[in-house]
């Protein structure tokens, strides 16, 4: 897009950690993106100063402004007023982590792009209880387009070989008292437009209690003893 019209890049991220990362990705491009992210003074007068000057430019000279901002300040009035002016055909919008926007009115903030890429390995929720937000996040970003699976990314040696050994794990008495009490809780209701809408807060419990159940960890300890892993080892917990 950008050999053949200017355009500005917007690359929204939940963490400044992620930030970073596309900082520093973008400058391996000889791209130099400007950081909305920590303290203001840091961004506003630049940003808009890059866009003053990138609207001054011959609309059909090849020209890329990159601006990598984090989801607070993304959604803040601040960074809005800065972004409503610019011409939705010269805009890029990336969602990266795009399923923290698959909630109700979770695309609200988002910039009116033509063109915009959602980037996650779990775009959507589950069905039963996301289907609104789910909704949204496709009416705002479209189909999925392109997929890069764990196999081609082993394939490839992007990632490490790993064993993938699924543990079957119950809860104890009490944990499952507690997980029906929430599950009557998350019933959908019909609200006043008469779409079912689930109780996420119990829906949130749920997955709570299923995290942190007990026998995890007592099979957890199980499965190093058994096969005898100790010393430098990672452990990535969900």
């Known amino acids: 897009l950008?050999?053949?019209?200017?355009?500005?890049?917007?690359?929204?991220?939940?963490?400044?950690s992620l930030a970073d990362q596309w900082v520093d990705e973008l400058r391996a491009f000889n791209i130099s993106a400007i950081k909305c992210y920590e303290t203001r003074n840091n961004w506003n007068l630049k940003a808009q100063q890059a866009i003053a000057s990138h609207q001054m430019k011959d609309p059909e000279e090849s020209h890329v402004l990159a601006m990598v901002v984090v989801n607070v300040t993304l959604k803040s009035e601040l960074f809005q007023n800065i972004i409503s002016e610019i011409p939705s055909?010269?805009?890029?919008?990336?969602?990266?982590?795009?399923h923290r926007y698959c909630r109700e009115n979770g695309t609200r903030s988002l910039p009116e792009a033509d063109f915009r890429l959602g980037?996650?390995?779990?775009?959507f929720n589950d069905e039963e209880y996301g289907?609104?937000?789910?909704?949204e996040l496709r009416n705002y970003f479209g189909e999925v387009c392109d997929t890069f699976t764990?196999?081609?990314?082993?394939?490839?040696?992007i990632?490490?070989?790993y064993k993938y050994l699924p543990q079957i794990v119950y809860l104890k008495d009490q944990e499952y008292d507690d997980y029906k009490e929430q599950q009557k809780k998350a019933f959908p209701r019909n609200d006043e437009n008469n779409n079912q809408k689930w109780n996420m807060a119990a829906v949130s419990g749920m997955a709570?209690?299923?995290?942190s159940a007990e026998n995890k960890f007592v099979n957890f300890d199980k499965h190093l003893e058994k096969n005898e892993i100790s010393g430098r080892t990672i452990v990535f917990c969900g």
């Open 119 to 123: 980037l996650s390995a779990t775009p």
């Open 89 to 98: 055909h010269e805009l890029i919008f990336v969602g990266d982590e795009c």
């Open 2 to 16: 950008a050999e053949n019209a200017k355009t500005i890049a917007i690359i929204g991220v939940p963490f400044q």
């Open 159 to 161: 990632l490490c070989q």
């Open 131 to 135: 289907a609104l937000a789910n909704a």
């Open 208 to 211: 709570r209690i299923i995290g």
């Open 150 to 157: 764990i196999k081609n990314a082993l394939e490839l040696d």
